[in-house]
């Protein structure tokens, strides 16, 4: 069509400008902060909306600064048909780059390095340029797009809580925050603390502490174990005898026993493709011979809820899948015992056919059982927007276009910007054969790819809103 060939080519024209316009945002560190007046988020979050507010009104856009938690753009003033959500917060930095400084973007060999170029300044910028093109090129949106641009996703989304206490979601929504071509289902998500308290053991063997993780959305790497009253030998025999993969190492300290498991990390959505320390730990310990002492009783009781390679949950009773979501999930990712109190931490991502009298109260029964109590609370519910709507229909033609891949909507056990709206899918930007680094040092956008998702989103604005020319 000559109105998407005339965006596309004022896309490619102008392709240095969005560079240096990312450029201008990557620069800003808009890590969370504490809170200041009129900044809920700090300094560098507040720093960064300001400077997207310029840049939208620079373009033509109508604005609007929701007290720094979320900036505006409005393509025109007409009924509203579509929301597009993309965050400019970014998560902390390490000293450990290597091309690049984090807050000073660089180009090389057709990347952008910088925090927040592919994580999610990058997929911004596309989508502001795909709106400019649009206005530039002349053509006229019989409905309205707007351009939310929030400051606080990485920490919980309580930018887009307090935008929407304050205005309606459109009818159609979808965040360049994830990977093309369309995510439609967001499993739900069960994260809880449990805990448990017993007698401290006077005499005789004894588990003395255990520790493994730290975050409970990712599988724990590490984990060591204390214990006493445990002949040397017999540790060292278990070790050979161990088949987890796991690697056990084992060090006398003081006539204690200090026993150290490293597995291999992965995010909590897929804890298969970790090898998790603490489960692996538990089942070493329950193995040792420390049967009269009631802290080694609540390691076992736990090491039977949770046994080594049982990432779905079979062990709990709530094992179960369905065809368009996937299978449910399940990561042990923190777990302390000081010698006087345990305390862990859980996350399970659930499939559509899960709920709270299935999957919740089940495992709370089952902790009960084991004497562990687990806290009050149900589970955040997933999210759904079905695969025939004519949001995932158009996207989906949106990606076949431009990239020639035949394109089915997908189910993934992350949460992303759009989970807590009805009619909200993740759209781009980037896609599973590249790894961006995001979270990680050296994150980079691919400048072809962002490109492309320009004229894109640029492709689904028109078709949504509809054109007058």
């Known amino acids: 069509m000559l109105r998407m060939k005339k965006i596309e080519d004022f896309i490619d024209s102008h392709k240095e400008e969005m560079l240096e316009d990312l450029k201008s945002l990557v620069r800003i560190p808009s890590v969370r902060g504490s809170a200041q007046p009129g900044k809920p988020y700090g300094e560098g979050p507040a720093q960064a909306v300001e400077k997207a507010r310029e840049l939208m009104e620079k373009y033509g856009l109508q604005t609007k600064n929701y007290e720094n938690y979320v900036v505006t753009g409005d393509f025109n003033d007409r009924e509203k048909q ?27 060999d057709g990347r952008m390095y910088g925090r927040g170029t592919a994580d999610d300044k990058g997929p911004a910028i596309a989508a502001l340029y795909a709106l400019r093109a649009i206005r530039e090129c002349g053509v006229v949106l019989s409905k309205n797009v707007r351009l939310i641009l929030g400051a606080d996703e990485e920490c919980g989304s309580s930018d887009l809580a307090y935008y929407y206490e304050r205005e309606k979601e459109a009818p159609m929504s979808f965040t360049p925050d994830a990977d093309f071509p369309v995510i439609n289902i ?60 796991v690697q056990f190492t084992m060090a006398e300290r003081e006539g204690d026993i200090e026993i150290r498991a490293k597995g291999a990390a992965a995010h909590a959505s897929t804890p298969e493709l970790g090898k ?38 079979r062990a709990l009773g709530i094992q179960m899948s369905d065809e368009i979501s996937g299978a449910l999930t399940m990561n042990l990712g923190v777990l302390d015992f000081d010698g006087n109190y345990w305390k862990g931490e859980f996350d399970s991502r659930i499939p559509l056919c899960g709920t709270d009298q299935n999957v919740t109260e089940v495992i709370r029964e089952k902790m009960e059982r084991a004497r562990v109590i687990m806290e009050d609370g149900g589970m955040t519910a997933p999210h759904h927007v079905p695969a025939d ?81």
């Open 276 to 313: 998790n320390a603490i489960c692996a730990l538990l089942s070493f310990v329950a193995d040792l011979p420390l049967k009269y002492d009631a802290n080694w009783e609540v390691a076992s009781a736990l090491a039977a809820l949770f046994p080594y390679g049982d990432t779905d949950g």
């Open 82 to 108: 579509l929301d597009i959500l993309a965050h400019l917060d970014v998560v902390p930095v390490t000293a450990d780059w290597t091309v690049t400084e984090p807050f000073e973007p660089k180009i090389v």
């Open 389 to 469: 709507s004519e949001l995932v229909r158009t996207l989906l033609d949106c990606y076949e276009h431009y990239t020639g891949i035949k394109g089915e909507p997908r189910a993934i056990g992350g949460g992303t910007y759009v989970h807590e709206l009805a009619r909200g899918v993740a759209f781009g930007c980037m896609s599973d054969d590249v790894d961006n680094h995001m979270h990680g040092d050296d994150e980079f956008v691919l400048i072809d790819v962002l490109t492309m998702s320009a004229k894109i989103f640029a492709d689904a604005i028109c078709r949504l809103c509809g054109t007058e020319q």
């Open 186 to 245: 967001e499993k739900g998500r069960l994260a809880k603390e449990f805990g448990s308290v017993v007698e401290k053991q006077r005499r005789g063997p004894a588990l003395l502490a255990l520790h493994g993780g730290d975050k409970v959305n990712v599988v724990p790497a590490n984990a060591w174990a204390r214990v006493k009253g445990v002949p040397a030998p017999v540790v060292e025999q278990r070790i050979k005898e161990d088949t987890t993969g």
